[in-house]
């Protein structure tokens, strides 16, 4: 027990000795959370469109007062020909045209009726959507003025009311991702990197030979970056909570076990791959292109797993990050508590078993 | 130059040497750019969909009927009490409830308004408002249907004005996500290899120790550089080709401007990336700070660069410092030029500024690298 202390002694020597990683360790997630939640949201602000007005009259400028003072557009070009949304759009600033036709006031007020197209460019098809369908809730509401004077009949009026997250904050859905790809990436490729390490120097040879058994040598090397990556998590937790006042209906100590298991989990893989990876370039090469794209695209975070196709969605339940962000968001903001968590737990616990089993069996304890 | 060419063909060596690295940098990207493309969508389908019908009369039966034939909602079950429907929300089984409340048709016809109460997991805030927006458009169109069977419309009733609006999305006409992100997702890819591969490089010989037998060696500073950086270049390039012949092979994806304008600017883009990479290196000392660093930017370069959400969105500060976000480039002018077939005149501003972050990179790690310490 008292080597397996020393043991434990030299590895947080060797990474506090190591100040410049130190500090990236711990100032990278604070700058990456801090920046990601003020910075990332996919709600439409400011989209710069143009007018093709072909009309110019009362009820066009009415309307395009309308939009522009609306915090969602910008007019920024008035255009004067059909050709010319071509070239705007060419140049990638105008995202939307609204092309007016001719006799627009006149053919309102004497047919009642007046056509409006909506050009967007559709490159972004999750932008050109939003846009179009904000355009025509401008106009609908700018119909409902003027139709007031006559009254609709028969009217269901749906009242909704936007659960766990009322004023629909986008931070709310990316706080809890990045936490879960900051304490993923960094624990699986802390761990790694250190064990390939001592391979690619050689000095592992001497661990093996000492007295230690290599299960030892193994937690020896994982239990500092289960502290270090703990306190991250604090962190990033108390970031959430004071600055973009997420809420914490749930348990704090419940988040904390649960923090704690997936950043076990974590380390477990990061084992894993520094068994199969011989230097530490391929031990990083594989934890950060193997796991920075799927975890980012396949976990929810960004994209919602339901609208996958199916392929993918059976595909997303092998990766942890996917259990862990139901987890936080099930706690931070449904405010849950083990009885609707106790299947996504055990999931992430069959994982790390998993992965330690594997890893012993893998383990190579002789030298080649 | 016989120089350079001794030590591009050492590297090259070392890179083919290393069986365990080739996959990592090949078939790994390709496999993700063929796989993940499918997963980045923002469609909103297959929405959970649960009711409360606490009215039970065919009015409020022909409404579930109307929700049930709309293709993106799944109709799950219908809940006894509005308490069961909030338990399954909390597990996570439905997303939207309605609930129809007792009294429904007789309100809506004698006092011809009738409430009705929609509760939405709004945790993904983009998804709930378009959930919101496909209730409200089937009650908006039930509302009609209501007014049609039970009213007769008089034919010279006051008309009331309506605007027509025609949606017409260019580019993009049946608005497929898979279009917008290969090759986003190609341009990371890319990036992510070359970053890597570079910042990693000259730290490891100086970790290993042989970077001291290469300094000792009458070779100049701008020899080796060049000598080491060459070879990424070239899978950065090779990269491109085969993630552009996938995309036009399995995805399809519109390729409407000019190839040549495309690899033109890669080649320029790809030099900022390697300067990048070998600043890295010569400001740390082992291979796991030099790749700390390069994830640390990495990931602010792929979640700021437009790539997943709009740069329009972000903040105003935010936006600007997106300026000094290489992948931002490259992701524009790449779905610029493919995409929509801009020229070169439209991508002349992206390309400009990449060109002067590739001097300055590339200028700075030149200077920072010093063959005696």
């Known amino acids: 027990m008292k080597r397996f202390i020393g043991f ?41 469109i143009a007018i093709l007005d072909h009309s110019k009259d009362a009820s066009t400028e009415e309307i395009i007062n309308k939009i522009s003072a609306s915090k969602y557009f910008t007019v920024k070009q008035i ?112 761990t790694s990197i250190s064990i390939t390490r001592e391979k690619e120097l050689g000095t592992m040879e001497i661990l093996l030979v000492s007295p230690l058994k290599p299960f030892q040598v193994i937690i020896g090397k994982v239990v500092p970056y289960i502290f270090l990556s703990v306190i991250n998590a604090a962190v990033i937790v108390l970031l959430s909570i004071f600055i973009f006042k997420m809420p914490l209906q749930g348990s704090l100590i419940l988040l904390g076990l649960e923090s704690v298991l997936f950043i076990i989990t974590s380390l477990a893989l990061g084992i894993l791959i520094s068994t199969i990876a011989e230097t530490q370039q391929s031990a990083m090469m594989i934890s950060l292109m193997g796991l920075m794209l799927p975890v980012i695209l396949l976990s929810g975070f960004i994209f919602p797993i339901s609208s996958m196709p199916v392929a993918l969605q059976l595909i997303s339940n092998i990766i942890p990050a996917k259990w862990f962000i139901i987890i936080i968001k099930g706690i931070m903001l449904k405010g849950v508590g083990m009885a609707f968590i106790w299947k996504e737990t055990l999931i992430l616990m069959g994982m790390t078993l998993f992965f330690i089993g594997l890893s012993v069996k893998k383990y190579k304890i002789r030298l080649e | 130059m016989k120089t350079i ?85 909390l597990s996570g089984e439905v997303d939207v409830v309605m609930e129809i409340p007792n009294h429904f048709e007789r309100n809506l016809l004698k006092k011809k308004t009738a409430d009705l109460s929609i509760t939405i997991n709004a945790i993904d805030g983009a998804a709930a408002g378009v959930e919101s927006g496909y209730v409200n458009q089937i009650v908006h169109s039930f509302n009609k249907d209501v007014k049609m069977s039970i009213m007769n419309i008089s034919k010279n009733a006051v008309q009331p004005v309506s605007i027509e609006s025609i949606p017409s999305f260019w580019y993009n006409t049946t608005l497929d996500y898979k279009t917008f992100m290969v090759p986003g997702i190609l341009v990371l890819l890319v990036t992510m290899i070359t970053l890597f591969l570079s910042g990693m490089n000259i730290v490891r010989e100086k970790e290993i120790g042989t970077l001291e037998q290469i300094n000792v060696t009458p070779i100049r500073k701008s020899q080796f550089i060049i000598g080491k950086l060459f070879p990424f270049w070239v899978i950065g390039i090779g990269l491109l080709t085969i993630g552009l012949i996938l995309a036009k092979v399995i995805f399809n994806t519109p390729m409407l401007g000019s190839l040549i304008l495309l690899y033109a600017y890669t080649s320029i883009y790809i ?42 969105s972000m903040p105003k500060w935010a936006q600007i410092v997106t300026n000094f976000n290489p992948i931002k480039y490259f992701v524009e002018v790449v779905r610029m030029v493919l995409l929509k077939g801009s020229g070169f005149m439209d991508v002349l501003p992206q390309l400009l500024k990449t060109l002067l972050y590739a001097i300055i990179m590339n200028g700075l790690a030149v200077w920072s690298y010093k063959k005696v310490n």
Not at chain 1, 19 to 43: D, H, K, V, W, Y
Not at chain 2, 7 to 24: A, C, D, T, V
Request: proline residues 3%.
């Open chain 1, 8 to 48: 434990i002694k030299k590895e947080f020597y060797h990474i506090f000795r190591d100040r410049r990683s130190l500090f990236i360790l711990f100032g990278m997630p604070i700058a990456q959370i801090l920046l990601f939640g003020f910075a990332i949201t996919n709600e439409i602000n400011n989209v710069d």
């Open chain 1, 79 to 190: 255009l004067t020909r059909e050709a010319d949304i071509e070239t705007a759009f060419k140049k990638g600033k105008i995202k939307a045209v609204l092309n007016f036709e001719k006799h627009f006031s006149r053919n309102l007020i004497k047919q009642n009726q007046a056509t409006i197209q909506i050009i967007t460019d559709a490159t972004d098809p999750n932008t050109a959507n939003s846009i179009t369908n904000y355009i025509n809730a401008i106009l609908q509401n700018y119909q409902q003025e003027k139709n007031r004077a006559i009254v609709v009949e028969y009217q269901i009026i749906p009242q909704t009311r936007m659960v766990y997250n009322p004023e629909l904050k986008s931070v709310f859905m990316f706080v809890p991702g990045v936490m879960t790809i900051i304490l993923m990436l960094v624990s699986a490729m802390m």
């Open chain 2, 5 to 89: 060419g001794y030590i591009i063909q050492k590297e090259f060596k070392q890179i083919f040497r290393n069986k365990g690295m080739l996959p990592i940098i090949f078939i790994l990207p390709i496999l993700q750019l063929v796989i993940l493309s499918n997963a980045a969508t923002y469609e909103v389908k297959n929405i959970k969909f649960a009711y409360v019908d606490y009215d039970r009369t065919s009015t409020s039966r022909a409404l579930i009927e109307k929700f049930n034939a709309s293709a993106f909602f799944n109709v799950l079950t219908d809940f006894p009490s509005q308490e069961k429907a909030s338990a399954a929300m």
């Open chain 2, 271 to 312: 030099l900022v990336i390697l300067g990048m990479g070998l600043l890295i290196s010569n400001y740390t000392d082992t291979q796991q700070q030099a790749m700390f660093i390069a994830w640390f930017f990495v990931v602010i370069f792929i979640l700021m660069s437009g790539l997943f959400t709009p740069i329009e």
